[in-house]
């Protein structure tokens, strides 16, 4: 049994069913079978609308579209996708798309965001980046997380240049960073990190260790096996030592000028006693 249209194909319209209830309804449409409902178009659209106002459309062209009248993509929503509450509420965290993973809980799953685009002039598609949260272990019950950033080059496959760890550590060009910003290159002739400042009435690079003045370091450069520079909290340097005991506490010579030149100069102040500068 069922319900069948027999219409002219002159007419604006081939089918069309019209509801009306009252107050003491619940449900204005309830479509329940345990059969497959199969929409089948071939012109126009397939469109819901309540109460004079569409709410959903389906295009010739297989766009949906909720929210809007014109989906130009394969879903496309005008509005909120999802709302979840108290999850994050210290953070203000509202409303967002909720993409979730629902392999079996293990190290490693995690819903994600994926971004691609069109790379050949023929039309084809590929990802080129991906937003992915994992679960950091495999304990049942525990929901630490954290985030990856994936990008690739042209000719390899997408991989975790960024990370954000459970600890809230930063890690670039490293997966495990031990420290709050932990970055990494192997790269020949190039830089770690590079510092510009242009502007003329602008400050460098602060350095804010608010720690107590003792030897430990605000700031250490060092090598494969030594100390190059030691700044010390304290506000003693040592150049060569990690253990400065003067405001500059050098473990090597000091050349001042050039090879060729004599202009260079070492200018030390204090009180002249058997036959030292103290």
Same mark, same amino acid.
Request: charged content about 15%; cysteine-free; overall charge positive.
């Given at each position: 049994s069922g319900i069948d249209w027999t219409f002219n194909t002159a007419s604006t319209k081939y089918a069309r069913v019209d509801l009306d209830y009252d107050t003491r309804a619940s449900v204005g449409l309830l479509i329940d079978s345990g059969y497959p409902i199969t929409l089948d178009f071939s012109s126009s659209r397939f469109a819901i609308q309540n109460n004079g106002s569409e709410k959903m459309r389906v295009t010739s062209g297989g766009n949906v579209g909720i929210g809007t009248t014109a989906p130009s993509a394969k879903l496309h929503v005008d509005g909120d996708i999802n709302n979840y509450e108290g999850i994050g509420a210290s953070d203000d965290?509202?409303?967002?798309?909720?993409?979730?993973? !629902?392999? *079996?809980? /293990?190290?490693?799953? &995690?819903?994600? +965001?994926?971004?691609?685009?069109?790379? !050949?002039? *023929?039309? /084809?598609?590929?990802? &080129?980046?991906? +937003?992915?949260?994992?679960?950091?272990?495999?304990?049942?019950?525990?929901?630490?997380? &954290?985030?990856?950033?994936?990008?690739?080059?042209?000719?390899?496959?997408?991989?975790?240049?960024?990370?954000?760890?459970?600890?809230?550590?930063?890690?670039?060009?490293?997966?495990?960073?031990?420290?709050?910003l932990d970055v990494y290159t192997n790269t020949d002739n190039g830089y770690v990190a590079s510092f510009s400042q242009d502007n003329a009435t602008g400050w460098g690079v602060l350095i804010d260790t608010d720690g107590v003045s003792n030897n430990d370091p605000a700031l250490w450069v060092k090598n494969a096996t030594s100390t190059v520079l030691w700044a010390a909290q304290s506000g003693n340097v040592g150049i060569g030592t990690g253990a400065p005991g003067t405001k500059l506490d050098v473990d090597g010579a000091i050349t001042a000028g050039t090879a060729t030149s004599t202009s260079g100069s070492v200018l030390m102040y204090g009180k002249y006693s058997n036959g030292h500068i103290a």
């Open positions: 965290v509202r409303k967002g798309i909720v993409a979730y993973d !629902t392999t *079996a809980q /293990a190290a490693g799953v &995690g819903g994600q +965001i994926a971004l691609g685009y069109k790379y !050949t002039n *023929a039309g /084809a598609y590929t990802f &080129g980046a991906i +937003i992915k949260m994992y679960k950091a272990n495999g304990t049942d019950g525990n929901y630490s997380s &954290g985030l990856k950033f994936q990008v690739r080059e042209s000719g390899t496959s997408l991989s975790s240049k960024m990370v954000l760890t459970p600890e809230g550590n930063v890690g670039i060009g490293t997966t495990a960073p031990g420290h709050k």
